[in-house]
């Protein structure tokens, strides 16, 4: 019998992302979208045997920042080796386009603050071959990568573009350049941007403590944007608001998010999550959203599904030694031999009778913060018991928590990482995470891919979401049904991505071959392949058999093919 598919998928517990039950089954794929998915007796030009498999739709990842990364890099690590074979970027209102020649500057410093991408990455990276935001999407269109990924536009972006050095300063728009703002963000989305972002967080800084243009936007330029998706009659609005700062409360917060979606007339989703000292927020936000959702207003809530938090280690961009006198001695060293020379019991002592120099009290800050964290471990748990904080192990050996996190980052060769998980796990577990997760208002995401390079590795959620979730959690777990539907054709349909997210005949044919049993996180580790020779975290999996983008198998056993189906993906509603 003559091969009829270019690929056939045979065998596997197909679940195929639309909540349904999981059911054994062939997909066959042919001209990069799915044939057939039921009892395939023909051959395909490829086959890959799934037995013992399940056989997911690929997953849709709404939350990244590869905006500098898809202009200089063909794959989109690390959320490619994690299922994810579509992304949505230009997530916070931060991004490089529109953008005149003599505001580069202050985009490149607005993104190094707010997302940690060093700016000798973005200088030597970005080729700035472009000035509005079509011409952004134009330069894109024939770039090829190992996954599709969509475009938002951005605010801070937008504002800088029509106010100049204005636009950093915490001044109002005038009602021309109001109006110019709305053209833009109607004109990109006519292009193809899949939509608008912006952020109100006081936290989103650059470098130097100013505020990202966005931030210091008032509530009518906020809605300045929202009229362009009107005008446009499509797209969706993304925001990060200013509650976990202490900025406002949940009912002020959800009174700009309902009067967006009011004017913009288009699906809205928003940052949840819950945050000390502020640790009923996320609840009342969700209480919120839920009324929202029976008045009309189609306004949903984008949660994590694990601590967030900051990584420390020797390799990394921070540690809580790093501005010591006695380390920035030995600062220059490679990694292992750096860690040799903290092993001499003198340069110990030195180091851990010092304290911080450093001019910045951010950063003096942030290293100090390592009495919260615990060491991670391989596999990752990324719900600790008590006892495997630093703080309970110093108890228990009756030395300081320096000394704990001194010896844990030693560990493996200086290869050792700390994690504070700073967000989502207020209570000392992942409770108020499940409330999120299972919530039918909250979309899974804010994986930051592309973003946080030295301190952050959180695009591969996806996995914490298959192995913790569904099989490995003690209690409170969820359905592979209900997880796989939420990585992918609810993910899609959120941002209006119809045609991928399910395997079912005629739908795009990206799809995840994955050993269940066996799949699991090991710790990120840190990897210098970044224009300039920069650093960025990548995070390992075992059980991916195999990643399909527009029919194409891209990753074999975690192990990169060499194929780049992957494109940008523009808005076609």
């Not at 951010?362 to 006892?387: G, I, M, T």
Request: glycine letters at 10%; aromatic letters at 8%.
């Amino acid at each position: 019998m003559s091969s009829e598919f270019d690929l056939v998928i045979r065998g596997g517990k197909v679940v195929d992302g639309s909540g349904s039950p999981a059911r054994m089954a062939d997909v066959a794929i042919r001209g990069g979208v799915i044939a057939r998915v039921g009892d395939v007796p023909e051959k395909g030009r490829e086959e890959i045997d799934a037995r013992g498999r399940i056989v997911t739709p690929g997953f849709v990842d709404l939350h990244t920042h590869y905006d500098g990364q898809v202009t200089w890099e063909h794959r989109l690590q690390p959320s490619s080796t994690h299922g994810v074979t579509t992304v949505v970027t230009g997530n916070c209102g931060v991004g490089f386009a529109p953008c005149k020649p003599h505001q580069r500057e202050i985009l490149v410093r607005v993104m190094e603050g707010v997302e940690d991408v060093p700016e000798v990455v973005m200088t030597e990276g970005v080729p700035w071959e472009w000035e509005t935001f079509p011409e952004y999407l134009q330069f894109l269109e024939p770039r090829r990568y190992d996954i599709d990924f969509a475009v938002q536009v951005p605010h801070s972006a937008v504002r800088v573009y029509v106010m100049g050095e204005r636009g950093e300063q915490k001044v109002a728009a005038t009602e021309q350049e109001l109006r110019q703002m709305t053209d833009i963000v109607r004109e990109a989305v006519q292009a193809g941007a899949i939509g608008v972002s912006t952020s109100q967080h006081l936290g989103h800084r650059a470098n130097d403590g100013t505020p990202a243009p966005s931030v210091v936007a008032p509530p009518d330029e906020v809605l300045a944007l929202a009229r362009g998706l009107r005008e446009a009659d499509a797209g969706v609005f993304q925001i990060v608001t200013d509650g976990f700062y202490g900025g406002s409360d949940a009912s002020t917060q959800m009174a700009l998010l309902r009067n967006i979606a009011q004017t913009s007339g288009r699906p809205l989703s928003f940052t949840c999550a819950q945050k000390a000292p502020y640790v009923k927020l996320h609840d009342e936000l969700l209480q919120l959203t839920q009324q929202a959702q029976a008045d009309g207003l189609p306004i949903k809530a984008q949660v994590f599904p694990r601590p967030v938090g900051f990584l420390f280690g020797l390799a990394l961009s921070f540690h809580p030694f790093r501005f010591h006198p006695s380390y920035l001695e030995i600062h220059h060293l490679p990694v292992a031999e750096r860690a040799a020379a903290m092993r001499d019991p003198a340069r110990k002592k030195a180091i851990l009778s010092e304290t911080s120099v450093n001019t910045n009290p951010a950063v003096v800050y942030l290293v100090s913060q390592y009495d919260k964290a615990f060491a991670l471990s391989d596999p990752v748990n990324y719900e600790p018991s008590p006892d495997e904080f630093l703080q309970a192990v110093a108890k228990r050996r009756g030395v300081s928590v320096a000394e704990v996190a001194y010896d844990a980052l030693l560990e493996h060769d200086g290869q050792g990482l700390l994690l504070n998980p700073a967000t989502n796990f207020a209570e000392g577990n992942l409770e108020a995470v499940h409330r999120m997760l299972t919530d039918e208002n909250t979309l899974v995401g804010l994986g930051d891919g592309g973003a946080h390079y030295g301190m952050v590795c959180d695009s591969s959620y996806p996995t914490t979401v298959l192995a913790f979730w569904t099989r490995d959690r003690a209690h409170g777990r969820v359905p592979l049904e209900w997880a796989v539907n939420r990585l992918t054709r609810n993910n899609a349909l959120a941002v209006g991505l119809t045609d991928r997210g399910l395997l079912a005949e005629g739908m795009k044919a990206d799809v995840n071959v994955i050993d269940y049993d066996r799949l699991q996180l090991h710790p990120p580790r840190p990897v210098f392949d970044l224009p300039a020779g920069g650093c960025r975290l990548t995070q390992a999996a075992d059980g991916y058999t195999a990643t399909i983008v527009n029919g194409e198998v891209t990753y074999r056993d975690g192990q990169f093919t060499g194929a780049y189906p992957g494109r940008l993906v523009r808005r076609k509603d």
